[in-house]
C-alpha cells in the first residue's frame, strides 16, 4: 500500500502569508496526486489534480508541484477562507487505489 | 449543476450492516464513475472503494470483506453496503465523482483519478 505522508501535521499563519504543505509518498507515483480543502463540518473540495492542474473555480493563489515521491500545496496571499485542514490524496496503481495523507490543520496565527 | 446526495440510517447496530444510497442529479450515473469516503470523528479521510459505470469495483483492501459497492442506472443511484459493523465504522460518509486526467508518458496512457464534487455527508453512529 502507497503511504502519504503529510508536514506539518500543523501550522498557524497570518492572513497574506504564504504557505508550504508537503505531501511524501512511499514509492513513486508519478503526478498522480490530488489536493483538497476541507472546513470544519463540509464536504472536501477539490483544489488542484494531477500534482499541478488547478481545479476550475479555483483561486490562483494555490498551486501544486512535484513529481515522483515529493509534492507540495503553496497558498499566497492566504485569506481568511483558506484557513482549513488540507488533505493530499494519490490514484497510482493497476488497477488504480486510492489514499490520502493524515491531513495539514492551517490556523490563523 | 452535478450534485450528489448521502441517505440512509443515522444509527446502525453493532454487528448489523450499514446501508446506504448516493442520489445524483445533474449527470449521468452512466458516464462517469464513483467513489465513497468516510471520515471518521475528529480523523482524516479514508477511501472505501470505487464502482465504475460498468459496475466494476475496486476496494481499499483494509474494508474488503466488508463492502459491496453497487449501481443502479435507472434510478440514477449508486449505494454502499458495509457488513458486520463496529464502533470503529462510526463516520461521516461521502459519496463522489471520480474523474481521470489523462497523462502521456513513454507513448502510455495513464489516468490520473481525482474526486471533484461531493455529497454533503451523512454521520452513520454504530450503537445499540
Known amino acids: 500500500d502507497i503511504q502519504l505522508t503529510q508536514s506539518p501535521s500543523s501550522l498557524s499563519a497570518s492572513v497574506g502569508d504564504t504557505v508550504t504543505i508537503t505531501c511524501r509518498a512511499s514509492?513513486?507515483?508519478?503526478?498522480?496526486l490530488s489536493w483538497y480543502k476541507q472546513k470544519p463540518g463540509k464536504a472536501p473540495e477539490l483544489l488542484i489534480y494531477?500534482?499541478?492542474t488547478l481545479h476550475s473555480g479555483v483561486p490562483s493563489r494555490f498551486s501544486g508541484s512535484g513529481s515522483g515521491t515529493d509534492f507540495t500545496l503553496t497558498i499566497t496571499s492566504l485569506q481568511p477562507e483558506d484557513f482549513a485542514t488540507y488533505y493530499c490524496?494519490?490514484?497510482?496503481?493497476?488497477?488504480?487505489?486510492?489514499?490520502f495523507g493524515q491531513g495539514t490543520k492551517v490556523e490563523i496565527k | 449543476q452535478v450534485q450528489l446526495q448521502e441517505s440512509g440510517p443515522g444509527v446502525v447496530k453493532p454487528s448489523e450492516t450499514l446501508s446506504l444510497t448516493c442520489t445524483v442529479s445533474?449527470?449521468?450515473?452512466?458516464?462517469?464513475?464513483w467513489s465513497w469516503i468516510r471520515q471518521a470523528p475528529g480523523k482524516g479521510l479514508e477511501w472505501i472503494g470505487y464502482?465504475?459505470?460498468?459496475?466494476?469495483?475496486n476496494y481499499n483492501p483494509s474494508l474488503k470483506s466488508r463492502v459491496i459497492i453497487s449501481i443502479d442506472t435507472s434510478k440514477n443511484q449508486f449505494s454502499l453496503k458495509m457488513t458486520s459493523v463496529t464502533a470503529a465504522d462510526t463516520a461521516v460518509y461521502y459519496c463522489?465523482?471520480?474523474?481521470?486526467?489523462?497523462?502521456?508518458?513513454?507513448?502510455?496512457?495513464?489516468?490520473?483519478?481525482?474526486?471533484?464534487?461531493w455529497g454533503k455527508g451523512t454521520t452513520v453512529a454504530v450503537s445499540s
Open positions: 463522489a465523482r471520480r474523474r481521470y486526467y489523462e497523462i502521456w508518458s513513454d507513448s502510455k496512457s495513464r489516468k490520473s483519478y481525482y474526486m471533484d464534487v
Open positions: 445533474g449527470a449521468s450515473i452512466s458516464s462517469n464513475h
Open positions: 464502482i465504475f459505470h460498468t459496475g466494476s469495483t
Open positions: 514509492q513513486s507515483i508519478s503526478s498522480f
Open positions: 494531477t500534482a499541478s
Open positions: 490524496q494519490q490514484s497510482f496503481g493497476t488497477p488504480p487505489m486510492c489514499s
